[in-house]
């Protein structure tokens, strides 16, 4: 009995051996299947590590290979001058797409007996001058002629200039305001009527011509806006301007912003300029340019002589373009259908 159960016991010990024995075998052969399967797939094998594996090892980095090779390396030359095109195209985008189209509306040039552009009035100008009879206009736009001021009154007007620019400093721009008495130019004022009692500037024509040159743009602006000659009245500022390629010393002195007469001229109701230099000869730039809702800039060259008339509203926004040389001198007058903010004749 005893010896059946040691029997018993030796063979089971055995088996035993024999099971642990195969599963080893087995394991060993997958082991072997496994590095295999990895030469196979790309390389020699260390300690179960493809030569890929080792090195992603010792880097300490599990990032795959690159795809597509390395990048290429261009010298500091040719980067200096591939940014530098770049930033030139762009330049020239930005350029042409924040630059709107020019119109020549009058070119120095012509002789223009009669020109007009009618546009669309704005809601605060119908509703500012419907409530003045009479001056209400059957339109909004502009007018631009040569024909309406005589070459005796330019050649008088510009001696005034001479006479009435006389104390003013080399300034970007400079005005001679009639209404005020004032001149004005880099900040500073001076007063120059009564300056006038020690050191004349002004004679007793300049009064004359003063009345006939207003008359006639009074009647210009009765004819073309269709209102009433009595009803419009001469109102404040009237000025003189000068304006130059000198740096601006002074905010008042940057005449090239964007502008509406009735914002910056309050009891403007109808606009007028008289010109009295000649576009590229007395001066380069200075013109008057409209932006108007068209993206379009239409332009206005300054020429001895030339009058033009607009309405004051938005309709008519503008600038003066930046003087590059020489100086550009123009007479402004506006006119109001506010009885109560007309002002007389300067006291010449």
Known sequence: ???VKKRKNSKGKSSLGDDESVKKEISGDLSVKKKDKKKDKGGVVQDGKSDGDVAS??????????????MPKLSPHRLWSRSALIIGLMTVVWWNSSKKNETPFAGVTED?????MKTKCSATFDKHVSKFAGCIPNHCGRLVTDDLISPEEV??????????FSEAKPAAAAVLDFSAGMLKFNGRSVDVYKLNKTKPIFHREDLLLFQSVKSKLMRMVSSYFGVDYWSIHLAAPVYLSRLTGKGSQHKTDEYWHITVHQEVHEPFDYSTVLFLSDFNK???GGRLIFTDGDSTNRTVDPRKGRAMSFTSGTENRHYNERVTKGARFALTMGFT???TKARKDPAF
């Not at 795959?64 to 390395?70: C, E, I, L, T, W």
């Not at 050649?155 to 009435?164: E, H, S, Y």
């Open 1 to 3: 009995m005893s010896e």
């Open 57 to 70: 090892t010792a880097s300490g980095t599990d990032d795959p290979p690159p795809k597509f090779g390395p």
């Open 112 to 116: 223009i007996r009669y020109r007009s």
């Open 155 to 164: 050649f008088a007007l510009n001696d005034l200039v001479t006479r009435g």
């Open 282 to 284: 007395d001066c380069e």
């Open 337 to 339: 259908c506010d009885s």
